[in-house]
């Protein structure tokens, strides 16, 4: 079993920043992929941003260039900077990791509880 526990989130005026944290405990082996998704109410759940164990990083084209995302592999953390925030970026943030359990080497997928980002206009 894993546990995710985001923190970070909150209000904030356009222009504004916020930096969101996701820390992974429990059985893990491995961590492979770690990321951010969002959601609005009505929509799907939406890629924001995701970086591979090598520190390699994917944007949705929404963010690119005003967020980033970084990991601390030793405290099996992900990190993610918004900068130049819009109302549009208001949602429910969620971090995903993707990994190997210790127990019995199966890969994992888990979902945090969520964090609500609000940019006010």
């Known amino acids: 079993q894993v546990q995710l526990v985001e923190s970070g989130g909150g209000l904030v005026q356009a222009g504004g920043s916020l930096r969101l944290s996701c820390a992974a405990s429990?059985?893990?082996?491995?961590?492979?992929?770690m990321g951010w998704y969002r959601q609005t109410p009505g929509k799907e759940r939406e890629l924001v941003a995701t970086?591979?164990?090598?520190?390699?990083?994917k944007f949705a084209d929404s963010v690119k260039g005003r967020f980033t995302i970084s990991r601390d592999n030793a405290k099996n953390t992900v990190y993610l900077q918004m900068n130049s925030l819009k109302f549009e970026d208001t949602a429910v943030y969620y971090c995903?990791?993707?990994?190997?359990?210790?127990?019995?080497?199966?890969?994992?997928?888990?979902w945090g509880q969520g964090t609500q980002v609000t940019v006010s206009s």
């Open positions: 970086i591979t164990s090598a520190g390699s990083p």
């Open positions: 995903n990791v993707q990994g190997v359990g210790a127990f019995n080497l199966r890969e994992f997928d888990y």
């Open positions: 429990g059985s893990i082996f491995r961590i492979n992929i």
